[in-house]
């Protein structure tokens, strides 16, 4: 390796879940860089880190509050995007970030899950010729009505280093025709950055303050398109939920989309008959990570939370049809529902009540070691001569 080195990396953040996996990877780098610091750094490259916020989320509350929990530092370019349509918003990040890419010059650009944000950054990087490293590569639903599953796959052919959370991530990229030496399997940043919140989150009040009990209350959260966006859907789904609420206490922070779309079906006032239910603003980091972690149960159609519930050995019913996280399932306390289906939802979550807590299993490098894993690849990659 090559005294004296440096490496720059630039991470593109946009939404809500991109924080909270950021924030692992460049926690990581400054304890490569403090470590450098303390051995003299002789044989170790200096990382230097740059962050783009695109604005995909813009709320206080989507936005914000996530920077202050997660100790994430001022982005040094904000894009400003907001919403739109998905080509709108897709080209709005494009053409506001290739400027930066010119000026800012790095060796790799970093780009996190499977939004909107991280398809753009991907195609502007790859275009210009800068390396792109994927964290959460390989993941697949198969479902190709669903957005997420559209930005994955691209982003995947387009990304020089792939940073897997499960091993069926790798055999999913390598089925595509990805070659092996771009796969790294290292584990997952979101427990990452968990691992490390979780005594601090475990100290909020919000469980006393939405006056519920710790292991007697269900955390639900709905924000998919297909979930939604259709009035008829969305009417059952409050369904559903009122009917869970007759059975435990339920507490449901609501999307920002989920939010928009209630009041555009003017469904505001739908959950005022509902037996306890407790409603509220989307919550911050650690805010939800002390309610998921005291929950009986959670009810939900995100992906990150999958791996969550799975890591704190919370019982998860995903209201969905498939899943791109099938370790939740087969290592973890995940199960899919039909949301749907009515009967389905209530039967499983009777079922979900009714078992003992199931022994804690945890998937492979889910240990809180994943950004390490993944800066000691670019280090790597970098002193084999790339860039
Ligand atoms: C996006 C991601 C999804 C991810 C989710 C996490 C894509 C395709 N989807 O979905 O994969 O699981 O983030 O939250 O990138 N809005 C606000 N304030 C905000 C942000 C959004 O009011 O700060 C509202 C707007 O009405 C907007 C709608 O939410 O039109 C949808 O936002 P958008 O970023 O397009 O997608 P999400 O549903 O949040």
Redesign the pocket.
Known sequence: MNTGMTVKLLHVV????NFMKAAAVMTAVDRWNRAARTDGGLFRPRINQILVHTG????EK??RVFFEDLGLPRPNHYLGV???S?AE?TAKVMIALEPVLTAEQPDLVITV??????LAAALVAAKMGIPVAHVEAGLRSRDRTM??EI?RLVVDQLSDLLFTTSRDADANLAAEGVSTERIHFVGNTMIDTLKSHLPRALESPVVERAGLTRGEYAVVTL???SNVDGRQGLEQLVLTLNQVARKIPVVFPI???T??RFAEFGLDTSFGNGPSIVLSDPLGYLDFLCLMAGARLVLTD???IQEETTFLNVPCLTLRKNTERPVTITEGTNRLVDPENVEAVVAAVDEALASPLPPERCPEYWDGHAGDRIVQVIVGWRASGHR
């Open positions: 946009g939404t809500r879940p995909q989320h813009y709320d989507m936005s907001g919403s739109g998905h918003q899950g499977d939004v909107n944000s991280t957005p997420e930005n924000h998919r398109p999307h920002a989309r939010r928009a995100s992906g990150g």
